[in-house]
């Protein structure tokens, strides 16, 4: 592990609770959340937009993996949202800078490139895969939020000596999700969510895109462990989708145009390959997911497979 001392905002929530348990035994790791953590870390509790808090948490941190915040569309007004996750990636990286910390992995979002959850306001992929220099249209709060917040960090690298690395995951299909993309499965047309006792409903957008929880905490500590330039954001995503139709076919049918392939061979191999370029993860990151979830909706597909 590149750095010693860690500290891991959100761990008293999901994807913040799976990444501190990535990291333990291979580095010094501390808890912040609003919440108590989850697991047996140390841990502070306390509010991302408290400067206080935030500077008294990084003091004698090399690193800080920023995963707090409202996590999507379903956990606050469109103002809260904004305010939480903005001033959450403000706060912490002036706190981060401060303390002489190093480097700060911020989570954002497949999100920002605005083709993800809000009907009515998608923006169609310019070309397929979509890579970190395809233009981002986010419409949603939380969208708008992730976006905010990578350029704040994008900002501090341009000022100072911070390094930040922003991973974008698509939506984490934890446990506790599954009944609801079960449930969307079985009815796309008649699914309005939440019919299945899941916190919140299936996501993943038009493509139903996915990521493994543990997956997506691999790449945070990935995200640790590589030599890199200062600033870099890549896509983090399981190696398929959920959807029922190959990629290709199932955009066409919905945007009603094809959408041009630069990297055919992607969809060749792969019918169901995300809409999202996961090559520079590969190739700089070192990630690669190794949990595949179709088979919760696709048992005999898989079988069929081997």
Not at 142 to 156: C, N, Q
Not at 293 to 299: E, G, K, M, S, V
Request: charged residues 25%; hydrophobic residues 40%.
């Amino acid at each position: 592990m590149k750095f010693e001392k860690v500290l891991v905002t959100g761990t008293g929530g999901k994807l913040g609770s799976y990444t501190a348990a990535e990291l333990k035994g291979r580095c010094e790791v501390c808890g912040f959340d609003a919440r108590p953590t989850r697991g047996d870390i140390p841990h502070r509790v306390g509010d991302i937009t408290d400067p206080a808090a935030m500077a008294e948490a990084c003091k004698g941190m090399d690193a800080v993996l920023h995963i707090a915040a409202r996590p999507n569309i379903w956990s606050g007004t469109g103002d809260d949202i904004v305010r939480v996750n903005t001033m959450g990636v403000w706060t912490v990286l002036t706190a981060a800078e401060a303390a002489g910390v190093r480097r700060v992995v911020l989570c954002s979002s497949d999100s920002v490139v605005g083709f993800t959850v809000m009907s009515g306001g998608l923006k169609p992929p310019d070309y397929l895969p979509i890579d970190a220099v395809h233009p981002l249209r986010p419409t949603d709060p939380y969208a708008v939020s992730k976006l905010l917040g990578e350029e704040i960090g994008r900002s501090f690298v341009t000022r100072g000596k911070l390094e930040v690395i922003v991973l974008r995951p698509v939506f984490v299909l934890y446990p506790e999700m599954e009944g609801e993309v079960r449930a969307r499965a079985a009815d796309p047309a008649a699914y309005r969510g939440v019919s299945a006792g899941g916190p919140n409903p299936a996501g993943g957008g038009p493509a139903w895109h996915y990521v493994d929880p543990r997956d997506a905490a691999c790449a945070f500590r990935l995200a640790l462990e590589i030599e890199k330039s200062r600033f870099a954001a890549y896509f983090i995503s399981g190696r398929n989708t959920m959807a029922p139709e190959p990629t290709l076919e199932r955009l066409q049918r919905l945007l009603g145009v094809n959408v041009p392939v630069r990297e055919p061979d992607i969809y060749a191999r792969n019918p169901f390959a995300p809409l999202y370029d996961l090559q520079a993860a590969r190739d700089e990151l070192g990630y690669e997911a190794q949990f595949d979830l179709r088979p919760l909706l696709y048992p005999a597909e898989v079988a069929a497979a081997r």
